[in-house]
């Protein structure tokens, strides 16, 4: 079982900054990726950024240049650095973990909300 804890989420101002945090513990033999997604009410699920244990990373566009996304691999940790936050950022953030050998698994999701 893997299992997936996210915190760093809640409220800030327009233009403020948030980091979120994603932790993975369990019985597995390596993490391939690990990615944020988020969810806005009424809209899909959609890609955030994403990166390898190597260290490539991707970002959807509305994001490139705020946001940063980073791995700790020896805390099998990911984080996601947001600056110059929009209104249009709120949404549930969830984390996405690629594990070898074992497929994707998802955190419960952490609320950002940005008041504008």
């Known amino acids: 079982q893997v299992q997936l804890v996210e915190s760093g989420g809640g409220l800030v101002q327009a233009g403020g900054s948030l980091r979120l945090s994603c932790a993975a513990s369990g019985a597995y033999l390596r993490i391939n990726a690990m990615g944020w997604y988020r969810q806005a009410p009424g809209k899909q699920r959609e890609l955030v950024a994403v990166?390898?244990?190597?260290?490539?990373?991707t970002y959807a566009d509305s994001v490139k240049g705020r946001f940063t996304i980073s791995i700790d691999n020896a805390k099998n940790t990911v984080y996601l650095q947001m600056n110059s936050l929009k209104s249009e950022d709120t949404a549930v953030y969830y984390c996405?973990?690629?594990?070898?050998?074992?497929?994707?698994?998802w955190g419960q999701g952490t609320q950002v909300t940005v008041s504008s």
């Open positions: 996405k973990a690629g594990i070898y050998g074992r497929g994707d698994y």
């Open positions: 990166i390898t244990s190597s260290g490539s990373s």
